[in-house]
């Protein structure tokens, strides 16, 4: 266990378990964020699926030409927003007329 941690054998046997508690935590910690990385490369993958699906059985769904951004400024997240804002509006819009149509 202590070679996967990155402690020389040599080393290994100079240390009492106290002193070799660092080198535990900073084990622990790196393979909580190599999780991490691999969750969040597999949401991504679960993205680019989603868009593949809609783009495959809609009508109007594209699959994105050129890789999502994963960074946006704050311009672009604002304009985002207020788009999706909009869409939502049109979409309640339609949804309010059909269901007053159907009384």
Known sequence: MALRMGVDYHLFWQLNPRRLQPFVKAYQEEQK????RANYAAWLSG???THSIAASLGENARYPEKPIDL????????SRKA???ELFSAYVDMFNKNFESRK
């Open 71 to 78: 960074y946006e400024t704050e311009e672009e997240l604002e």
């Open 33 to 36: 964020a190599q999780l991490e």
């Open 47 to 49: 993205i680019y699926v």
């Open 83 to 85: 788009r999706e804002a």
